[in-house]
């Protein structure tokens, strides 16, 4: 197993790592197209746990500078993992498309301003 002791830039990281792995899950998807796709609906969906797991062990002061919905990021990731019967396909197309932008730009804000990166 590998050393529990990740640091916050670690974790940024890999939320902008998972970003771009969903960014290439989809290109050359449209909506209908992906919603038909059940492998690339789950590898997308992993990705999104990841991003919230990341997202959880993050420092709360670090992300408290920021103003963005963080509890949205971390309650996405608990439904998927906790209520998995539940999810519509189309919330996670359009989650990709409207709000993964979003916050791959405040990623790369955090790690500018407070990583250097």
Excluded: C
């Amino acid at each position: 197993m590998k050393n529990n002791r990740i640091t916050g830039i670690e974790r940024l990281l890999h939320i902008l790592d998972s970003i771009s792995s969903i960014e290439s899950f989809l290109a050359g998807y449209d909506k209908s197209s992906f919603l038909e796709d059940r492998k690339t609906i789950d590898a997308t969906l992993f990705q999104f746990a990841v991003i919230g797991e990341a997202i959880i062990r993050v420092d709360q002061e670090i992300l408290d500078k920021y103003d963005f919905p963080w509890y949205k990021v971390r309650a996405f990731r608990n439904f998927i993992l906790h209520e998995y019967h539940a999810i519509e396909d189309r919330v996670i197309w359009d989650t990709a498309h409207k709000d993964l932008p979003l916050l791959k730009q405040m990623i790369i804000l955090i790690l500018r301003s407070e990583f250097n990166e």
